[in-house]
């Protein structure tokens, strides 16, 4: 969920919303999640696993949320 933050919160997605999607998702999320806790436990590597992690759930934002909750965004009138 903290790494799927960031790209929810840009468009300003309610953690809530955040939450109930990435439920529906959860296999998506759920392996997303695995695979950044198994590479954050290897040294060195574990140093690039954050930028990529944010890089990674902003890909799977694109991908599988954007879709759905992409028009939220514009409903603040920004």
Excluded at 18 to 41: N, P, Y
Excluded at 62 to 70: A, I, Q
Aim: positive net charge; glycine residues 8%; aromatic residues 12%.
């Amino acid at each position: 969920i903290q790494y799927c933050d960031y790209p929810f919160d840009n468009h300003k997605v309610p953690f809530p919303v955040m939450r109930d999607q990435l439920g529906e998702a959860k296999g998506t999320a759920f392996s997303f999640g695995l695979a950044v806790t198994l590479f954050a436990m290897v040294p060195i590597v574990n140093f690039l696993v954050m930028p990529v992690a944010i890089c990674g759930a902003t890909a799977m934002w694109v991908d599988k949320f954007r879709p759905k909750l992409g028009a939220r965004s514009n409903l603040s009138g920004q």
